[in-house]
């Protein structure tokens, strides 16, 4: 069956520092969701990219799609401690009616002050 | 505008019971998705519904199985209970189909 694959699947940083999660599938994906989890909360959307090599930023994450909708990314520039968290991406496969969102394990951020 | 939300907050049942979760989407939300996450996993995908019909489930055994009501509330039932379903169940709403989700709080069930 459809799979993803989220890598890594732990990163421990200091602040100030960069992050980048990975996101692969084997198949073409619709289209593709980021989300964010801080310990004891809930997911919360972040994003959702659909075009092929779309590039979408929010201040200081840059997502991307890959050009052959197979692969996303999620890169944090200059990580603070907000950003601790666990950040899952989510895929959408959909052929017709059987439309199914597969999430990836996520990525648990750790960031040292 | 009100959230996803969800009750009880935590569940506390024995191995064998059965269990119901109920979930109340965002209004205007016609898609409700529930999710069982463990501690220290990844959210595992239960079930979708979508305009009061199940769209889709997960690879779960049949005793997880739920509902969608005309106002677009949902239930989650698990029934005969054990020790490996204690997890925290969220539940999600859309506005359509490839919409991004939101999430309630969960409901923690403990199985004791």
């Known amino acids: 069956g459809q799979q993803v694959m989220q890598i890594p699947q732990y990163q421990h940083v200091q602040e100030g520092e960069d992050f980048t999660t990975y996101c692969n599938s084997s198949t073409t994906l619709s289209n593709i969701q980021w989300y964010k989890q801080r310990p004891g909360g809930h997911p919360v959307f972040l994003i959702q990219l659909v075009k092929s090599g779309e590039v979408k930023k929010q201040k200081r994450l840059t997502f991307q799609f890959g050009e052959a909708k197979k692969n996303s990314s999620l890169h944090i520039t200059a990580t603070q401690t907000t950003d601790v968290g666990t950040y899952f991406c989510?895929?959408?496969?959909?052929?017709?009616?059987?439309?199914?969102?597969?999430w990836g394990l996520g990525t648990s951020l750790a960031v040292n002050p | 505008e009100a959230g996803v939300t969800q009750s009880p907050t935590h569940l506390i049942k024995t191995r064998g019971q059965q269990a119901t979760l109920r979930c109340s989407p965002i209004?205007?939300?016609?898609?409700v998705y529930w999710y069982q996450q463990a501690l220290g996993l990844g959210l595992q995908f239960l079930l979708w519904?979508?305009?009061?019909?199940?769209?889709n489930r997960g690879n779960f055994p049949p005793r997880f199985s739920g509902r969608q009501f005309p106002n677009y509330s949902s239930e989650l039932n698990v029934n005969a209970l054990e020790l490996e379903d204690s997890a925290l169940y969220l539940c999600?709403?859309?506005?359509?189909?490839?919409?991004?989700?939101?999430f309630g709080d969960g409901t923690r069930l403990s199985i004791l």
């Open positions: 519904y979508d305009e009061g019909e199940e769209r």
């Open positions: 989510a895929v959408d496969y959909n052929a017709g009616n059987n439309r199914k969102l597969i």
């Open positions: 209004s205007g939300h016609t898609s």
């Open positions: 999600a709403s859309s506005s359509r189909r490839n919409q991004p989700q939101h």
